[in-house]
């Protein structure tokens, strides 16, 4: 929603300007883009370095841009998907330079801002935001590699999907060269600590204890945090202890469901909880600092299995000292995931089919954690699996409200359910305050979902526009 509104804007200002769109979203439904946002010129698909280029020697040169790889564009009223598809070779994301903000303007703002958010309000401050929203540090996403060798469900950068919308696909790998030179660069832009969420295969040990290694050598100044898809091998836990130290580096583990039906059916990466216990107890006796992220909301889940997870959450938080956060999302259904691809097997209903009906839902109920776009049949085992798919959300909503809330005063930390939801009466009665509003009374509880305690949006509060 937001970008379309972007777009649409730029065009009113300067409708000379040209448009084009990237990324697995934009590469996905490019026709559809094309064909319902009259505002977007083009649209680069896939691996987009080289095609990016040629496309602004194209306009540059005033040439016809039939030629150009990877390029689904409109010619007149007719949208071209150009034949030729390209592939980038390894030498090529070596030679790049990830980190270098310098042709940036106010760069400085860009890196000061990016963490991770949690909620952004629009009626705070940018520093009250980033007080609430971030880790502490601002984090350079570090690039070392792409791709995918297998498929979670809700995952829209499987290996599927990434080998239709690149043409191909393989896993790739940048050099250790290149990886560090970019660690250097953005310590010099002021970063020190360094995101990484890219663990593609087992038997990933020995390219990131090479890494590790020499990260220690040439920036030991860098801090890493990094996000594990599968369980890190004994190997990999072992180099990350000798070379980095909490308290800003740290590992986040992805378990996804305490339920190993739940966690079998959806995650490409399975283990078991037998497993994952194993890893937090070497963390622990190593002395790594971890995060260990949650969802509610698969395929295959109902309550029963969801509160398999509440009693994981329960046995890490009271058994590892070493935890940091325990978060619980609901995932979005995402274009081009498994889900999406096909909801009967999965057993969901959804609403979502065309870039049109994500910028429709977007555009009027915008919350990215509670409004999935579908709904899973027999969840709750009682009416509840009768409502509509709105009416499912409100029902998820309230049950990870009831059962998952983790929101808290620090974002580094992690509460439970019953301080989360007070914190969360807090910050509306705030946020009330600060409007000149009566201060709301009402927790969320088992009598009061999300909507009747914090009541609806108020009257005349605009939809803040781009």
């Known amino acids: 929603y937001d970008v379309a509104q972007a777009i649409r804007r730029i065009k009113e200002v300067r409708p000379d300007v040209f448009v084009f769109l990237g990324g697995i979203t934009a590469s996905y439904f490019a026709g ?18 080289d095609a990016t280029l040629d496309l602004l020697s194209g306009l540059e040169a005033g040439k016809d841009l039939s030629e150009v790889p990877n390029l689904v564009w409109r010619r007149g009223g007719e949208v071209v998907v150009n034949p030729n598809r390209l592939q980038h070779p390894q030498q090529l994301f070596d030679s790049l330079s990830f980190a270098d ?27 009250e935001n980033r007080e609430l929203m971030t880790m502490g540090r601002s984090f350079f996403p570090l690039y070392v590699g792409s791709g995918c060798n297998t498929a979670c469900s809700y995952c829209c950068g499987n290996a599927g999907t990434l080998k239709r919308i690149n043409g191909g696909h393989r ?81 986040a583990l992805s378990p996804d469901s305490g339920s190993e039906v739940v966690r079998r ?8 909880n037998t497993q994952f216990f194993d890893c937090a107890d070497r963390l622990q006796e190593l002395g790594i600092q971890m995060d260990v992220l949650f969802s509610i909301g698969f395929p295959g889940e109902n309550t ?9 959450i329960r046995k890490v938080s009271d058994g590892y000292p070493n935890v940091r956060r325990l978060m619980t999302w609901a995932v979005q259904l995402e274009p081009g995931s498994l889900q999406f691809e096909n909801p009967e097997h999965w057993g969901i209903v959804t609403n979502r089919k065309s870039f049109q009906d994500y910028v429709n839902l977007h555009g009027s109920r915008g919350d990215a954690y509670s409004i999935l776009g579908y709904k899973i049949r027999d969840f709750f085992g009682d009416e509840r699996d ?14 990870k409200c009831m059962e998952f809330c983790f929101l808290s005063k620090d974002p580094r930390v992690y509460n439970d359910p019953g301080m ?24 969320i509880s088992a009598a009061l979902n999300c909507r009747q305690a914090t009541g609806q949006e108020r009257p005349g509060t605009p939809r803040v526009e781009i």
């Not at 559809?32 to 370095?49: H, N, Q, R, S, W």
């Not at 860009?110 to 705070?124: C, D, M, N, T, V």
């Not at 914190?423 to 009374?441: I, N, Y």
Request: proline letters at 7%; one cysteine or more.
């Open 171 to 251: 896993l790739m790998w940048r050099s250790h060269d290149a990886v560090l030179r970019d660690v250097k660069l953005a310590l010099e832009f002021g970063y020190r600590t360094m995101a990484l969420c890219f663990d593609p295969i087992p038997g990933t040990g020995p390219y990131y204890a090479e890494l590790f290694r020499r990260w220690k050598k040439e920036t030991p100044e860098a801090d890493l945090y990094f996000e594990c898809w599968g369980l890190p091998e004994p190997d990999f836990v072992a180099a990350f202890a000798h070379c980095f130290e909490p308290p800003h580096s740290y590992l």
């Open 304 to 312: 029963a299995r969801a509160l398999e997870t509440r009693d994981m």
């Open 386 to 399: 009768d409502s509509s798919i709105e009416e499912f959300e409100e029902h998820l909503q309230h049950f």
């Open 420 to 443: 989360g939801r007070a914190e969360c009466l807090q910050r509306r009665s705030a946020l009330a305050e600060r409007r000149g509003d009566q201060l709301p009374t009402l927790e």
């Open 265 to 272: 059916r959806n995650k490409g990466n399975f283990y078991t």
């Open 32 to 49: 559809d883009i094309l064909e319902t946002l009259p505002e977007a010129d083009a649209v680069v698909m896939g691996e987009g370095f």
């Open 101 to 127: 903000f310098s042709p940036m303007r106010h760069h400085d703002i860009y890196i000061r801002q990016f963490g991770f958010p949690l909620a952004y309000s629009w009626e705070r401050t940018p520093e």
